[in-house]
């Protein structure tokens, strides 16, 4: 019904939404009745709106309070707040004009019509209004909002971070301790994430989707570059702004538990279709030659690598040759001098028992003898300033233009030569690096930004990416095409350990559950990983869906001096026992694929997941589920003792054959160095080929 726009006590005068049912009902007046008490109805007090919508099925139902006086939305379950938008001069609605702050305030007017709640309210910039919309349905609702009487560049919400409880999802973020590097917080309200530059063709794995620990869950539905701000200056806010003026468009989830808003999430932007990697790229590592040489790689040195591994029974499933083998970016030619015999090197890495690898990227450096060729034939993206010329982006490794994926022509120019060099050198599969768009770039005609993440995985798909993946994010297509996802560079200290497991969860919940993390022992050209962080690292990833190696267990070269480092041979041994059970746990994590594949459910996940009751769960941030049975509580710190905590159930103790009833917090728990606790929950499904695999 459509109302007058009127302050709230004359709205409450003149409405009342309050229904009388009269006594004695025929069994038809009382389904019609029923019926009418699971509608979402509005009903106003003096200080606002409160639109409730009640149970269904599964869904708990909830209020969404309305505060009328300055615009603020309030949602509860149950009659506890879990979700609230930010007051006083922060604004819950907020917008950029002129280059000033601004928000909406008093609200003026609202209707509630065909199931649809508009609000009209004004804002502290003169003349402008803001007109929102609220669709609720039976878990979630959307909110759309704009302004109206001025030309903003930017809209966001704002939230009080405290009235979720903690928060998570994201993706990689940047944040004021050195992430995604060296620090993931978890949960994100934790730490400062400070992301200005969140978008769709960022390299970062990010998505705009972000749950609490009151099952409550935020979706940003845009392609346009967000700047992200969660507790930054532990200001106890989270900000979600969108460098656009076009209308906001949200959605907010609620739900029982955080898990079934992940799933509400992925019913939105789809589950993986299939999985990339085959059996045995699970069940083994990958040998990546980039933490190892960095960019001071050729083939006597991969050559000696691959030897190494083999004679020390270190297996894997492949061997890649990282950056720095091309005569220039963009060639796709072999550096002569570095690389006298590519086809020979190939022959020798397959009769080591590995398949061979590449690097590649889509990225034609100026110098390169093909970047002129490109420029002539229109096959690289063009700048968003200046159409007529190609757009031209700086990197580590120069100053390069991008193949246009979006030109049917230049995508078939780049496939055949990939594919011409893959056949002329027995090349197995590739390591796509680098972006596919650029902000400073234009689209193809017809194409916006976002289109370059299923343009990328298009591309991707037609080849072997031996189990590294490919880092596409934001777009329906990524979450279906079910690439392993690859994390950021890592450093090789004991915070990027610690953060490369917080940073899988933090992928892995935001739709993409095929996860490694970084190359085990880092590989941010920092010094060479010490024994203890390279074997505590290899016992971590044993846990994880996938390995994916570089720093040999047997001698590596220091980035910072050049000087060659020797381990020890505990050190081998220990890595290799790290794989080892891996490998052992191939079939039970095999079976989790099969599982995600059907539900979209990580492989990887926190323990709240699958113990939403379990309050201590909400902040571990060290172990973690790997499927329903297994939980991985791995020493990440030089420490000799670690606490490990158990949620509720009966748990095998691995290390120890003893069964112990959670929840139950295990202090001083001994990690000597050939130690890594690990527990099978007895009764989950999959325990009895975990414990085979374990034992």
């Not at 944040?175 to 769709?200: I, M, N, R, Y």
């Not at 998505?207 to 930054?232: C, E, K």
């Not at 906001?248 to 932007?269: H, I, M, N, W």
């Not at 789809?270 to 960095?294: E, L, M």
Request: aromatic share 10%.
């Amino acid at each position: 019904m459509r109302r007058p726009s009127r302050g709230p006590k004359v709205l409450l005068a003149a409405l009342s939404l309050t229904l009388a049912l009269p006594v004695g009902l025929t069994a038809r007046q009382q389904a019609q009745a029923a019926a009418t008490s699971r509608v979402p109805r509005v009903t106003p007090a003096a200080d606002g709106l409160t639109l409730t919508v009640p149970p269904s099925g599964n869904a708990p139902g909830y209020d969404l309070k309305v505060t009328t006086g300055q615009l603020a939305l309030t949602t509860r379950r149950s009659g506890t707040t879990v979700l609230a938008t930010a007051g006083g001069s922060t604004g819950a609605l907020r917008f950029r004009a002129g280059g000033s702050r601004q928000h909406a305030t008093r609200v003026t007017g609202w209707t509630w019509e065909h199931g649809v709640l508009s609000l009209t309210a004004d804002t502290t910039a003169p003349g402008a209004t803001v007109e929102a919309r609220v669709t609720p349905s039976a878990d979630r609702y959307q909110l759309d909002w704009r302004v109206r009487g001025a030309a903003p560049d930017r809209l966001g919400l704002a939230y009080d971070l405290k009235s979720a409880g903690h928060w998570y999802g994201h993706g990689e973020a940047q944040t004021a301790k050195g992430g995604p590097a060296t620090d993931q917080p978890w949960p994100l309200d934790s730490g400062e994430v400070v992301h200005p530059s969140f978008g769709p063709a960022s390299y970062y794995m990010i998505d705009p989707f972000w749950y609490t620990s009151s099952a409550t869950g935020l979706r940003v539905d845009t392609g346009h570059v967000m700047d992200v701000a969660i507790n930054q200056g532990k200001d106890g806010l989270g900000r979600f702004d969108i460098e656009s003026a076009e209308p906001y468009r949200a959605t907010v989830f609620v739900e029982s538990t955080p898990l079934e808003v992940y799933r509400d999430y992925v019913g939105v932007v789809g589950r993986p279709a299939k999985s990339d990697a085959t059996y045995a790229q699970y069940a083994k590592p990958v040998w990546n030659s980039w933490a190892q040489f960095y960019t001071h790689v050729d083939q006597a040195k991969l050559l000696d690598y691959a030897q190494d591994l083999h004679d020390h029974g270190v297996t894997g499933h492949a061997l890649q040759l990282d950056d720095k083998w091309e005569s220039n970016y963009g060639n796709m030619t072999f550096d002569a001098k570095a690389y006298p015999d590519p086809k020979a090197m190939s022959k020798k890495i397959h009769a080591l028992g590995f398949d061979f690898g590449l690097w590649v990227t889509l990225w034609i450096n100026l110098d390169s003898d093909q970047y002129g060729y490109a420029a002539d034939h229109g096959y690289l993206l063009k700048d968003a300033a200046d159409p007529t010329k190609p757009c031209r982006v700086t990197w580590w490794n120069g100053t390069a233009g991008i193949v246009d994926l979006g030109n049917p022509d230049a995508k078939a120019w780049y496939v055949s030569r990939l594919k011409a060099l893959m056949s002329a050198y027995g090349i197995d599969g590739l390591k796509f690096d680098t972006r596919f768009f650029d902000e400073r770039c234009a689209p193809h005609p017809g194409y916006r930004p976002t289109d370059y993440q299923r343009l990328g995985a298009g591309l991707a798909d037609e080849f072997d990416l031996q189990g590294v993946g490919i880092r596409v994010h934001w777009d329906t297509t990524a979450h279906r095409a079910g690439f392993v996802t690859r994390q950021v560079d890592k450093g090789t200290g004991w915070n990027s350990l610690r953060a490369s497991v917080t940073q899988n969860l933090a992928i892995s919940t935001i739709g993409y559950p095929f996860v490694t993390t970084d190359m085990i022992g880092g590989s941010s050209a920092q010094p060479a990983p010490t024994k203890q962080v390279l074997v505590r690292w290899a016992q971590s990833a044993a846990l994880m869906p996938l390995m994916y190696s570089s720093t040999s267990p047997v001698d590596t070269i220091d980035a910072p001096t050049g000087k060659k480092v020797t381990y020890d041979q505990e050190t081998t041994d220990l890595y290799r026992a790290a794989i080892a059970r891996h490998e052992r746990l191939a079939p039970y994590i095999w079976d989790q694929v099969q599982q995600t594949l059907k539900t979209g459910d990580p492989i990887m996940r926190p323990l709240f997941f699958d113990f939403p009751q379990d309050p201590a769960a909400y902040t571990v941030t060290d172990e973690w589920m790997l499927g329903p049975a297994v939980l991985a509580a791995p020493q990440l710190s030089d420490g000799a003792t670690r606490t490990v905590h158990l949620p509720p159930g009966t748990w095998y103790d691995v290390r120890h054959g003893t069964r112990i009833r959670g929840p139950k917090t295990l202090t001083a728990y001994a990690t000597p160095l050939g130690v890594t606790p690990v527990f099978v929950g007895l009764g989950a499904d999959g325990a009895a080929k975990a414990l085979h695999a374990l034992r």
